[in-house]
């Protein structure tokens, strides 16, 4: 009887385990949602719904749209300066209905015109579906908190 419930136990205990298939479709779809400066316009708005809305901190109103998205991925990418857009942490994935959030924590960086440091760090909160082992973005809303260093960067480091 032991031997039938420890088997029982382990089972389930297996089954359990296998990782939801959205859940990896979804931290690759994130992968490249911040290679935003990396990536052509188009690329990076082929992640998202159609009638996806993005709301970002100086867009309060929210880009809408693939072709809103390609401008706000063509402005963000036409600013000067090196910019780095990172995931920073891991992601915190919640299932409710069929759709999966995650907040994720990012930073990003550039060295402006004038040699000082500009950060940005805060919080993505994606909105994904997931449909016929396919991911998209249906909404982002993203927090930030901004830092600039009062000094300039040598350009030999």
Same mark, same amino acid.
């Given at each position: !009887?032991?031997?039938? +419930?420890? +088997?029982? +136990?382990? =089972? @389930? ?7 939801? &298939? ?5 931290? %690759? $779809? ?7 400066? /990396?990536? &052509? ?7 998202? /719904?159609?009638?996806?809305? *993005?709301?970002? &901190? %100086? #867009? &309060? ?20 300066? @090196?910019?780095? *857009?990172?995931?920073?942490?891991? !992601? ?11 907040? #994720? /924590?990012? @930073?990003?960086?550039? @060295? ?5 440091? *500009? ?5 993505? %909160?994606?909105? *994904? ?5 396919? =991911? $998209?973005?249906?909404e982002v809303t993203e927090y930030f908190n901004r830092n600039s260093l009062p000094y300039t960067w040598d350009p030999s480091s």
């Open positions: !009887m032991r031997s039938v +419930l420890l +088997l029982a +136990l382990l =089972t @389930v205990a297996l089954v359990g385990a296998q990782e939801d &298939p959205a859940i990896s479709s979804i931290s %690759n $779809t994130t992968t490249t949602f911040f290679q935003l400066f /990396e990536l &052509p316009c188009t690329s990076w708005a082929s992640l998202f /719904e159609k009638d996806a809305v *993005f709301y970002h &901190p %100086n #867009v &309060p109103e929210g880009v809408r749209g693939i072709s809103g998205l390609i401008k706000f991925c063509e402005g963000a990418q036409s600013a000067k300066g @090196v910019q780095q *857009f990172r995931q920073d942490g891991h !992601m915190r994935i919640t299932k409710s209905g069929q759709h999966y959030h995650a907040l #994720v /924590e990012y @930073v990003y960086s550039v @060295v402006k015109d004038n040699g000082r440091l *500009f950060t940005n760090s805060g919080w993505e %909160n994606l909105i *994904f579906s997931y449909k016929n082992g396919a =991911t $998209t973005i249906k």
